[in-house]
């Protein structure tokens, strides 16, 4: 994607190379075609989505006020739409810099968070000057459609759908949906960007983003990772049930495991299993290299494989 001069020395200065989801999402989202992302987590998808808007926004001239909001983001979960905002200002203010040392002309695109946790104030600010860019969640789309907020909505040009995987498989996404449904008879087409490590099939999830009949182009830059798989038994003769000193010999392998791995998950069928084994382990290893999670919680008295 041919970038304004500032985007892209910021871009070389910050990164060593485009990764594959960028060079593969960059030629369709900057042809305005909707377009959607298979690409892991880390692979700077979020990024490919957001730069070609951030190019169009700070160099091309700014609309007049109600007619401001462009980029819409819509995010299953909260948390991520708040972090989304903090990481998408960091662009914005490094191609500032690099804009005003070269001494191009520029405007600062403004982002706005819309959640239920959202303070009235803000809301009532954003319906009287609406922001370039808004971060929202389906459920706070849908209430804004349904108020004197849809009119801030009426200028947006792009929807970029994070985590789309977690919205297109229930109700939550039949409702966002219908949403963009409603945006659309209001702003008018827009370009759709997905976004997800995981999703599939991906010709399903494309027809969710954009409806039955609209082209969608498809960027699949997913991978699965090579398994080494091994049946690794205990040295001494197996016998019915395992004597203390095949279970040392147990212990003292999983051990040399946990020692070549950064991480390593051992899983048990039962809680007293899992105590005994961590036990045992914080024995051989030291207090500091294991710990037990049960049901998604990590116990006080231990630390991780």
């Given at each position: ?22 060079s ?8 305005g ?25 700070m ?27 903090r ?9 500032v ?57 009426a ?15 229930d ?8 949403s ?85 998950l051992?899983?048990v ?16 290893m ?20």
């Amino acid at each position: 994607m041919a970038f304004r001069p500032a985007v892209e020395t910021w871009f070389r200065q910050s990164f060593d190379s485009p990764t594959p989801a960028q060079s593969a999402g960059w030629p369709p989202i900057a042809r305005g075609e909707s377009t959607l992302i298979l690409a892991p987590t880390g692979s700077g998808k979020t990024l490919a989505a957001f730069l070609a808007c951030i190019d169009r926004l700070m160099f091309e001239p700014r609309p007049d006020p109600p007619a401001r909001c462009r980029v819409l983001y819509v995010s299953p979960l909260k948390a991520l739409a708040v972090d989304v905002e903090r990481n998408l200002r960091a662009p914005i203010a490094g191609i500032v810099g690099v804009a005003s040392a070269r001494g191009d002309a520029f405007v600062v695109p403004d982002v706005a968070i819309r959640t239920g946790d959202t303070p009235s104030s803000e809301r009532a600010r954003f319906t009287k000057s609406p922001s370039d860019i808004l971060i929202t969640t389906p459920e706070s789309l849908y209430l804004m459609l349904a108020s004197r907020a849809r009119h801030a909505l009426a200028s947006v040009t792009t929807v970029i759908v994070d985590e789309i995987h977690a919205l297109a498989r229930d109700k939550r996404g039949s409702h966002l949906a219908l949403s963009l449904e409603r945006l659309e008879a209001l702003a008018g087409p827009f370009q759709r960007i997905g976004l997800s490590a995981t999703q599939k099939p991906l010709s399903e999830v494309a027809k969710f983003l954009v409806g039955v009949g609209r082209e969608c182009e498809l960027v699949d830059v997913g991978h699965k990772r090579e398994m080494d798989l091994a049946v690794v038994v205990p040295p001494s003769p197996l016998s019915t049930v395992c004597s203390h000193e095949q279970w040392d010999e147990i212990y003292h392998q999983i051990a040399d495991l946990i020692s070549e791995h950064r991480t390593t998950l051992v899983f048990v069928n039962t809680r007293k299993l899992a105590e005994r084994i961590t036990a045992r382990l914080t024995e051989v290893m030291g207090a500091d290299q294991v710990t037990l999670i049960e049901n998604g919680a990590t116990r006080p008295f231990s630390c991780t494989m």
